[in-house]
């Protein structure tokens, strides 16, 4: 017949090692360890975290020649987990024929997964390295795009990350 149905042990555990006191010990030493090491707090807001490339900030919309990037697809607002982002399209002179007329990100909502960023083709939405936000109300919290656009230029940084990254 088999094995089959059978549990078969290697080894048993020993006494020692069934009362977890060594297992115990390890955890306190390594505690014990991280007493003596260098610390490294940050005495903010006097001393600001200089985020790198890879953090994962608030949203922006990349604009180049004072025109945003986004050609209104929706897919970042399909691929919010938490339904932060809404986008209504139009029509454009322009040669690549859609923008956004309405671009809004819910900043109480957004969970800064970074799905928005991957999922977009044109590298019209990423991630900044703004972390400082504050609201006093709901309605603060909603950016619209004149919240939202930076340029190409102001965000190159990330844009260069993402493109060595991808």
């Known amino acids: 017949m088999g094995t089959h149905g059978k549990m078969i042990r290697t080894r048993d555990l020993n006494f020692l090692q069934r009362i977890y006191i060594p297992e115990i010990l390890k955890g306190m030493s390594m505690t014990i360890a991280q007493l003596f090491k260098p610390k490294f707090t940050v005495q903010y807001p006097d001393e600001r975290f200089a985020p790198e490339k890879s953090f994962r900030g608030r949203p922006v919309l990349v604009e180049e020649n004072g025109v945003e990037r986004c050609v209104a697809c929706g897919l970042c607002s399909r691929v919010c987990p938490a339904l932060a982002i809404e986008v209504?399209?139009?029509e454009t002179e322009l040669e690549k024929e859609r923008y956004p007329i309405k671009f809004e990100?819910?900043?109480v909502r957004c969970i800064f997964c970074g799905f928005c960023e991957e999922v977009c083709p044109e590298e019209a939405i990423i991630m900044s390295d703004e972390y400082l936000l504050a609201f006093t109300?709901?309605?603060e919290a909603v950016f619209g795009k004149d919240r939202l656009l930076k340029s190409a230029e102001e965000m190159k940084g990330r844009l260069e990350w993402l493109r060595n990254h991808r």
């Open 88 to 90: 209504q399209a139009s």
């Open 105 to 107: 990100i819910n900043m």
């Open 137 to 139: 109300s709901q309605e």
